[in-house]
């Protein structure tokens, strides 16, 4: 009689353990999620779809959730340098690499609006004309008469 139901228990057992071990992974799963909605800003749609996922146990939901994430990890090196280029463009030039990080019109698409150069030009000029503006009026005639010497 024992021997009949000793395989049963120990099924039993085995699979008990598991659902523990399961259910534990899910709990640490939870509290990581939870952390990580702390650290990465809460309008993440990666982290809000992971933790609805393991909320409620969808596994469709997850694995599309790791896909994305998946697909986001794949775009860092691209990421990467667009922050590097970004760096190098602020330093001469930080309302420009303004609107093109925070991807203001005309800078929200994919290519380059006009020429470069063109808009460089434009930026300088109109960054020369502010600063002039500033100037007072004697300023001004003392900077041009030594432009009008040389």
Not at 34 to 50: I, L, N, T, W, Y
Not at 76 to 81: F, G, K, N, T, V
Not at 113 to 134: H, K, M, N, V, Y
Request: charged residues 30%; glycine residues 2%.
């Amino acid at each position: 009689m024992v021997r009949e139901k000793l395989p049963d228990v120990i099924a039993a057992e085995v699979r008990r353990r598991r659902l523990e071990y399961l259910k534990a992974s899910f709990a640490k799963l939870e509290a990581e999620l939870q952390h990580m909605d702390g650290v990465v800003s809460s309008a993440s749609v990666v982290v809000r779809k992971f933790k609805h996922a393991v909320e409620a146990k969808t596994v469709n939901d997850y694995c599309d959730a790791f896909l994305r994430l998946e697909q986001l990890h794949q775009l860092s090196p691209i990421y990467q340098a667009r922050l590097a280029w970004l760096k190098r463009l602020r330093v001469t030039a930080p309302d420009w690499a303004d609107a093109v990080e925070r991807r203001l019109k005309p800078h929200d698409g994919t290519a380059v609006p006009g020429l470069p150069i063109s808009a460089w030009r434009w930026r300088q000029f109109t960054q020369e004309l502010d600063r002039r503006a500033t100037l007072s009026v004697p300023e001004f005639r003392f900077e041009l008469s030594g432009l009008v010497m040389n």
